[in-house]
């Protein structure tokens, strides 16, 4: 099948979501934090690991190594930078937290809501850059075989955003 990076990067995160939820489910009734043993059809799991071990083989390989140290490094350096800075000058509680705003914003002086502007603007090529680089390598397409399986294998409790992404794993019904 021919689709692109980004929506194989999607898929990865849908069916590890999945993955999640089910461990939850099976972990709570084994806990005995629910009665009820969660009704997940093998065949889907079974769907859901191959598919897995198909992409996680791809997934270096689709997504360049030199550009993950990049975006990584960026991210945190500024993030640092910023939260430094904020830890240093914004408003705190008695337990020295920093306050927050209604807009989850923390409370700092205007002088260096200044500087953080100036700290966003330094770094905007880089976002520019590394975004410009990003939707370019998930538009790149890809020839990938999925497993692919009966809808009706579908877990009642798959959530809608996981069920919108992983259709594209379906058989496709002839008639």
Do not use: C
Not at 43 to 68: C, H, M, R, W
Not at 94 to 111: R, S
């Amino acid at each position: 099948m021919k689709t692109t990076k980004g929506i194989v990067a999607e898929v990865f995160g849908a069916m590890q979501s999945v993955n999640e939820t089910i461990e939850e489910l099976e972990g709570k009734f084994i806990r005995k934090e629910s009665s009820e043993r969660p009704l997940v059809n093998r065949k889907f799991t079974y769907a859901i690991d191959k598919n897995l071990g198909i992409v996680s083989k791809l997934i270096e390989e689709l997504i360049p190594k030199q550009s993950y140290p990049k975006i990584q490094e960026y991210q945190m350096k500024w993030g640092a930078d910023r939260e430094k800075l904020i830890n240093e000058h914004a408003k705190k509680d008695e337990e020295g937290k920093v306050i927050l705003n209604e807009g989850n914003q923390a409370d700092v002086p205007d002088e260096i809501k200044g500087i953080l502007v100036e700290m966003d603007k330094d770094y905007g090529e880089i976002i520019t850059d590394l975004d410009t680089t990003w939707k370019n390598i998930l538009a790149e397409e890809v020839e990938i075989d999925f497993y692919n399986f009966d809808e009706d294998k579908l877990p009642e409790y798959l959530m809608q955003k996981d069920y919108n992404v992983l259709k594209i794993l379906f058989k496709e019904i002839e008639g």
